[in-house]
């Protein structure tokens, strides 16, 4: 399970771009890259997912260089509504034959007005 | 709607009393999760279970037990609450073993005075 670092918090406005970037310096050969968002008083939810290059969905874009070991989740045209902590997390909750899932602290991202 | 369902979502108890808290999913997944999490912190897995009728520990197992009769439910007790255990705690299931299919229910926020 690799070792991810993130910033601790973030500020932007609205209507920018926000780009979080993820230090994985450790990551396994077949290891996965996973955001995932959480709203206060809520559970996180899956934002994207990838394992090299680009990846964009609906919501967000992934991108990930060739040596992978760092990623940058690219949020477009932030709102307000974007203000949420933000997981990295990368690689086989399963590879130590238990599972072990470290989600951290995130970053805290807040949109001002 | 399809998802993760927790019961109850709040909740105040007294030092050493005991309580259930229900997960209950409806996407037939093998995978379920207890997650606790603190202010300002992180998630921190407390039980799994990887079917039905098998249960596993976390990182923080001590004055949690869990059981997991149904596929769909899995139970979170508490035997004697204690303020430490004051926190929000998150259920949480997956359909595979990677990092992109967790949901996770909207959370129990419990009080132990």
């Known amino acids: 399970l690799a070792k991810t670092t993130q910033p601790i918090s973030m500020d932007s406005y609205e209507g920018q771009e926000v780009n979080i970037t993820c230090s994985h310096n450790n990551i396994a050969t077949n290891d996965y890259i996973t955001w995932y968002q959480q709203f206060p008083s809520q559970g996180p939810r899956f934002i994207i997912q990838g394992y090299k290059t680009k990846v964009t969905n609906e919501v967000a874009s992934l991108f990930i260089p060739a040596d992978r070991k760092s990623s940058t989740l690219s949020l477009p045209r932030v709102s307000l509504s974007d203000t949420a902590v933000y997981y990295c997390?990368?690689?086989?909750?399963?590879?130590?034959?238990?599972?072990?899932?470290?989600f951290g602290t995130g970053t805290r991202l807040k949109v001002l007005a | 709607n399809a998802g993760v369902t927790q019961t109850p979502k709040f909740r105040v108890l007294k030092t050493g009393q005991s309580m259930t808290l229900l997960c209950a999913q409806d996407?037939?997944?093998?995978?379920m999760y207890w997650y606790r999490q603190d202010p300002g912190m992180g998630l921190r897995l407390i039980h799994y279970s990887v079917g039905e009728g098998t249960t596993a520990k976390g990182e923080v197992p001590d004055g949690y037990n869990v059981s997991r009769l149904k596929k769909q439910n899995f139970l979170l007790g508490l035997e004697s609450a204690a303020p430490s255990q004051t926190s929000v705690y998150f259920c949480a299931s997956s359909y595979d073993r990677t990092g992109g299919g967790y949901t996770f229910g909207s959370g129990t926020r419990l009080t132990v005075v």
């Open positions: 996407m037939n997944h093998e995978y």
């Open positions: 997390l990368v690689g086989d909750p399963w590879a130590s034959g238990t599972y072990k899932y470290i």
